[in-house]
């Protein structure tokens, strides 16, 4: 087993989050475990829980200006180079251009992980297809590429960012069946809604807030959570003015960013993400793993994380009409209903989307 694993991010909340499993993992097969990652809330967590070391990364997420993005590069240049790793796990877009172009420039082995395409593919510019092209060069030089879904591997194959660099096709991040239990659907009070996602544009939260406004003006009994981190690093982030705003007028609930997801999934019916494009959306997997069916946009990745007409329902994608419609739909069925797609949800998790199938993953590049 190698000595030191480095895992780069945008933020430490994603690696702590998300990763935290792999992370434990590698700290159990005795390896030095180094996450380069920008300083957050959740750095701190990654040393004292989790054991791994933590270097704080100069990034700005939603920045394009080239010589911050500049200073970004040179100081994963020399720190890779100081830390000389075995291995390096790069996760999110714009870490895995960082740090698989420096990997490749000093010859470190790393894998890139494909967690969903983003923003440089959701929107066309000029310099997001040459963000694109730039992809595709480094990827050729990973010893491995992992994508959560088939159509996000399907572009990449037909946009030539793949070269011969072999792929896996995992679950998603993976689900802790046994931290994330199933709960029993309430059979009284209003229908509760939820919402856990960054406050981005590009997931839905708008069309979320518009859909709620929707059901509010028809006086239906009705409760609708958002739950999610304001002041996102990205050019797509929601501001907290216009979070306010919502909940001035009584249409969403904003309980903030939490820890701990569980309870709140637990006071819900369904959780609904209308996502412009996701890899394997963490937060139905973790609801479908709590006896949650999801209502999600009918773009890749949403798609995969649930089984139309079974464990959730789809909308169309960019349209708050058609997210309010299966709202409304869903409200209207009896509870047992609800509570058998719940359960579809769960047994659906168990089959495919168990954590242990990532990790060792993981591994197996070591």
């Known amino acids: 087993m190698p000595s030191t694993v480095v895992l780069t991010s945008n933020t430490s909340w994603y690696l702590y989050n998300f990763r935290r499993s792999t992370i434990s993992a590698l700290v159990q097969q005795g ?20 054991g791994a ?14 010589l911050r993005e500049l200073r970004s590069l040179l100081f994963l240049h020399r720190t890779l180079g100081r830390l000389a790793p075995d291995y390096v796990f790069n996760f999110t877009v714009k870490m895995n251009i960082y740090g698989g172009s420096v990997c490749a420039l000093r010859g470190i082995p790393f894998a890139n992980n494909i967690s969903g395409l983003g923003t440089a593919f959701i929107h066309d510019s000029w310099l997001f297809r040459r963000v694109r092209q730039v992809y595709g060069l480094v990827n050729r030089r990973a010893r491995k590429l992992f994508f959560q879904n088939e159509e996000d591997l399907a572009v990449f194959r037909g946009k030539a960012l793949l070269g011969d660099t072999p792929y896996t096709l995992l679950p998603g991040s993976g689900v802790d069946l046994l931290r994330f239990q199933t709960s029993a659907i ?39 959570l958002l739950v999610g981190p304001l002041g996102v690093s990205n050019r797509t982030a929601i501001s907290e003015a216009e ?38 959306p963490r937060t139905v997997l973790e609801a479908a793993a709590m006896g949650r069916p999801a209502i999600v ?16 329902w789809l909308c169309h994608v960019r349209s708050a009409d058609s997210l309010a419609n ?38 197996s590049c070591l």
């Open 326 to 363: 299966e709202m409304r739909r869903v409200i209207a069925m009896p509870r047992v209903a609800v509570q058998r797609a719940g359960n579809s949800a769960r047994q659906r998790m168990e089959g495919k989307f168990s954590e242990e199938v990532v990790v060792e993953a993981y591994l």
């Open 243 to 280: 979070v306010r705003q919502w909940q001035a007028e009584g249409i969403v609930e904003y309980l903030g960013a939490t820890d701990d997801v569980r309870p709140l999934i637990e006071q819900a019916h369904v959780l609904v993400l209308p996502s412009y494009r996701e890899g394997m």
């Open 31 to 50: 390896c030095r475990v180094v996450c380069i990652a920008p300083q957050d809330d959740y750095s701190h967590r990654l040393v004292s829980e989790l």
């Open 53 to 66: 070391e933590h270097v704080a990364l100069p990034l700005d997420g939603k920045s394009t200006g080239p």
């Open 186 to 224: 309430s059979e009284s009070g209003p229908f509760t809604f939820i919402m856990i996602a960054r406050l981005l544009g590009d997931k839905g939260v708008r069309e979320y807030a518009e859909a709620c406004r929707q059901l509010n003006a028809e006086g239906l009994d009705v409760r609708c």
């Open 297 to 312: 946009t009918d773009v890749p990745g949403c798609r995969h994380a649930i089984e139309p007409g079974v464990t959730g």
